[in-house]
């Protein structure tokens, strides 16, 4: 079956760096789009960025362009979130999801992804 298994998160201090990593097993990454989302204590699960199945294009929330970058390693089945210059505002839990390259609907619908993975916690401290 397709899974999505997060990892990278943990503690870090404002102005710090963290990389995340999503491995997907039981599909072909290629085929797929790979969106970033997050979801704070009370909130709803929000866009974080998405990269297309090639790598070619990007798209970012305002909250985090220029900060945050997301790519991909497709022989590797990995795709990666390197977040730099964090704030608190950044903690949450983090996930990698994934829709057929073929989608194209808004990537910011996070009902437009078909597989999810279960999250990695990041938690930034003053």
């Known amino acids: 079956q397709v899974q999505l298994v997060e990892s990278g998160g943990g503690l870090v201090q404002a102005g710090g760096s963290l990389r995340l990593s999503c491995v997907a097993s039981?599909?072909?990454?290629?085929?797929?789009?790979m969106g970033w989302f997050r979801q704070a204590p009370g909130k709803e699960r929000e866009f974080v960025g998405y990269?297309?199945?090639?790598?070619?294009?990007?798209d970012y929330a305002d909250s985090v362009k220029g900060r945050f970058t997301i790519s991909r390693d497709n022989a590797k089945n990995t795709v990666y979130l390197q977040m730099n210059s964090l704030k608190t505002e950044d903690t949450a839990v983090y996930y990698c999801?994934?829709?057929?390259?073929?989608?194209?609907?808004?990537?910011?619908?996070?009902?437009?992804?078909?597989?999810w993975g279960q999250g990695t916690q990041v938690t930034v401290s003053l």
């Open positions: 039981g599909l072909t990454l290629r085929s797929y789009g």
């Open positions: 990269i297309s199945w090639s790598g070619g294009n990007t």
């Open positions: 999801a994934a829709r057929s390259k073929w989608n194209s609907v808004t990537t910011y619908l996070k009902e437009s992804y078909d597989y």
